[in-house]
């Protein structure tokens, strides 16, 4: 006779129709399942299947970079990507613009209790394509369950670490007078993406996101020898924020000419449309540069070479200035200072 | 696309600007006022001044929308907020301007307050739809350009029967405005305004047209030019009058014919005059109050009547002390005229109106003109205030 204690039956995931419930992050055997049927089943590889409260990783004989970024991004999938990429690219980015190779991330889910299943598989497809295109691995993760209404669909956390050799040494404090600042490409892309989708804006071209990873870009860039000072993605805020926190962290001035600043005609008809300044348009996945005048060529030439940087050029220059001013010569022929934009002009877009 | 960079052509520009330095009159200054915040905005993120001869200068006047909200108006929308506890719908511009108690509706949104930003009325009337058991008030605000979209608004939640939407009216009249600084001490008697004539509004002036500007031109003597908001336009307006200064005409012209007419749209005007009523005063920042310079919504409709229906009373709030945005607003001072401009009051922290919207004074100036003091003065040692600035 066999046995009357059947095998234990757990229903697979519905992931069409299921949905999150306070159970997938009760540490039960729901979440258990949430995690091997959903995370480790797109994003596994021999670390996180380590399987304990912690990851080793393997001795890395240099300096490391880590950095860390929240994603709160509304809506959750937008023209272009998704928060699911996002949340690899943007962290990927502020780890590659150090100069160093990302290779490992790390990723805390906070979930909104009844998101649909489907769409969070979604997210995670689109983070394990993302970060495969990186080169990253994730190496550990956690899922917390909020109850309905204390969320908003899916937070992400993620960092980042890479790997830093020796003798690159990048930073915002190292701006000289008489530098260089070079745009990988069109500004104001992602937040445009996002701000057009939820008003609801129509463009005979749809504008999409941005959002990519730059490590390719940032390596070539690296390997060109050109004497690069700072590299930095404007996220948040946008151009104007990237620079002035550029100015003010190496006491210099920086001039812009506006004329040379790429922005897609696209982008530019919706913010004229809402009345926005596309320099403070936030980007997830274009960079600026600031090198040696007499490396500018070399570094242009090297960018331009990459996909990711057919569209870069030279806006601006580094002067000398106490205060620090970044100014711009306009289009129309007058000049005019670039500040910070005061409170959030737009909330959630990252 | 193309219609934008069209209007903002450097080379046009140029052109332009040797026409005006050839115009003016070596012997004499010009001064003139752009009503319109959105030609205050559109000077200062140009440079439009750095095309200008020495002689020619701008002053910054009264017709930005958040500027000229006293606080006693957005304390009663924080009233709203927070004991009524409507969802209150107001324009992103809105949330930071200062009000009484520190308040601000972005503060009061961080107490509990239930404050939704909205691009436009509409945004609101879904909110009202989605949300049949709470109540919603759009705080209307603006001059003559919004006013039709909340007029529409009004009737339409009256077709619809619609029981928890209203309206927190604060629209306000372009003339109005412009007769009270004409007709203001400074201006008439003292001379320490010396106005020598105005750039018009330009969307203000597709719904109202370019005729009620005559009165000014004929009964003050000042040339009046509607323009439209491109750099290029407020260029062209500019040589105008110049021109008609030099020929000694004060009369309205119309740089921005491809969309102002001398009677305005008619049907707008039709719409608002069946929704609203003149106001016998209302409370303006900076200008006091100004009789017949604002509307409310008609008997007919005052169940959308926010101050009607939560029998609110207005109740006027002075200004900080130290704040000049009244003496901006009429262009009796610049912002640097301001003894916490740039210090205290910066657009992360304002403390009067002028430094909230871009369209306000000192904000166009902290925002986009800021270097020309240091090169004007550079004793003056502002370099302590902007790094500091820079590490909030
Ligand atoms: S600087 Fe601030 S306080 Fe001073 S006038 Fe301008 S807005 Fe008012």
């Known amino acids: 006779m066999t046995s009357p204690v059947k095998k234990g039956y757990t229903r697979p995931l519905d992931l069409k129709h299921g949905r999150v419930d306070m159970s997938h992050g009760g540490g039960g055997r729901a979440m258990v399942q949430l995690m091997t049927d959903l995370f480790a089943k797109h994003l596994g590889n021999e670390y996180l299947a380590q399987g304990n409260d912690g990851t080793w990783l393997p001795a890395c004989n240099g300096r490391l970079v880590v950095s860390t970024d929240s994603h709160v991004v509304s809506p959750l999938f937008f023209p272009g990507g998704d928060i699911g990429g996002l949340s690899v690219h943007g962290t990927v980015n502020d780890v590659a613009v150090m100069g160093a190779t990302p290779l490992y991330l790390t990723a805390g889910f906070i979930l909104e209790e009844g998101f649909p299943l489907a769409d969070l598989a979604r997210i995670v497809e689109s983070m394990a394509q993302a970060a495969a295109e990186a080169g990253v691995k994730l190496v550990a993760g956690d899922t917390k369950v909020v109850e309905q209404g204390k969320g908003d669909g899916v937070f992400i956390t993620t960092t980042g670490i890479g790997f830093l050799a020796d003798g690159i040494h990048l930073s915002g404090d190292l701006a000289q007078p008489g530098d260089v600042l070079l745009v990988s490409g069109t500004v104001g892309d992602h937040g445009m993406a996002i701000m057009s989708k939820r008003e609801n804006l129509s463009f005979d071209a749809p504008i999409l996101s941005d959002s990519a990873s730059l490590n390719g870009l940032t390596a070539a860039m690296l390997a060109s020898g050109a004497a690069i000072r700072v590299m930095r993605d404007p996220t948040r805020g946008g151009l104007a924020a990237t620079i002035n926190e550029i100015a003010h962290q190496s006491g210099v001035g920086i001039h812009l000419e506006e004329a040379a600043i790429p922005v897609q005609p696209a982008v530019e008809a919706a913010c004229e449309l809402l009345g926005l300044d596309p320099l403070n348009i936030a980007n997830e996945g274009k960079l600026i540069a600031i090198c040696a005048a007499e490396d500018a060529d070399r570094l242009l030439a090297a960018m331009r070479a990459h996909p990711q940087g057919q569209q870069a050029v030279i806006i601006g220059k580094v002067v000398e200035d106490a205060n620090a001013f970044v100014q711009m010569k306009t289009r129309f022929g007058g000049r005019r200072m670039v500040d910070w934009l005061s409170g959030e002009q737009l909330p959630r877009i990252c | ?392």
């Open chain 2, 1 to 392: 696309m193309k219609y934008v960079d069209e209007f903002r052509d450097g080379e046009v520009a140029k052109g332009l600007a040797n026409a005006i330095a050839a115009e003016v009159r070596p012997d004499r200054r010009y001064n003139f006022m752009e009503f319109c915040g959105g030609h205050t905005h559109a000077i200062s993120r140009y440079g439009v001044p750095d095309l200008l001869p020495e002689s020619v200068r701008m002053i910054h006047g009264p017709g930005c929308p958040v500027c000229v909200l006293p606080i006693g108006r957005i304390d009663l929308a924080i009233k709203l907020a927070l004991e009524n506890g409507v969802i209150l719908c107001t324009y992103a511009d809105t949330v930071r301007v200062p009000a009484s108690d520190g308040l601000s509706l972005m503060r009061a949104k961080a107490r509990g307050g239930d404050i939704r930003m909205v691009y436009a009325v509409t945004d609101a009337l879904k909110i009202a739809r989605d949300n049949p058991d709470k109540e919603v008030v759009f705080f209307a605000i603006g001059f003559e350009t919004t006013t039709p979209p909340t007029a529409v608004a009004i009737k339409q939640a009256d077709a619809e029967g619609m029981q928890n939407f209203s309206v927190l009216c604060c629209h306000v009249l372009t003339p109005s405005a412009i007769t009270n600084i004409l007709e203001s001490p400074e201006v008439r008697e003292l001379g320490t305004v010396p106005l020598d004539g105005f750039i018009g509004p330009a969307h203000v002036s597709t719904i109202i047209g370019s005729r009620p500007y005559e009165f000014f031109a004929e009964e003050y003597r000042k040339p009046v030019v509607i323009a439209g908001f491109e750099p290029l336009d407020v260029m062209q307006a500019i040589l105008m009058l110049v021109r008609q200064v030099n020929e000694g005409r004060a009369e309205v012209e119309n740089e921005f014919t491809r969309a102002v007419t001398p009677d305005g749209n008619l049907k707008a005007q039709n719409l608002v005059s069946d929704v609203f009523e003149l106001r016998r005063s209302f409370e303006w920042r900076g200008l006091g109050e100004v009789p017949y310079s604002a509307l409310k919504i008609r008997e007919r409709y005052a169940q959308f009547d926010a101050e009607a229906r939560y029998q609110l009373e207005y109740r006027p709030v002075a200004d900080n002390k130290a704040c000049e945005c009244g003496a901006i607003l009429r262009g009796v001072k610049k912002p640097t005229d301001c003894k916490i401009f740039g210090n205290v009051c910066t657009p992360e922290n304002p403390m009067g109106s002028c430094m909230v919207s871009s369209e306000g004074a000192c904000a166009a100036h902290y925002t986009y003109g800021r270097h020309k003091d240091v090169e004007r003065d550079v004793e003056q040692d502002v370099s302590s205030e902007v790094a500091s600035h820079g590490h909030e």
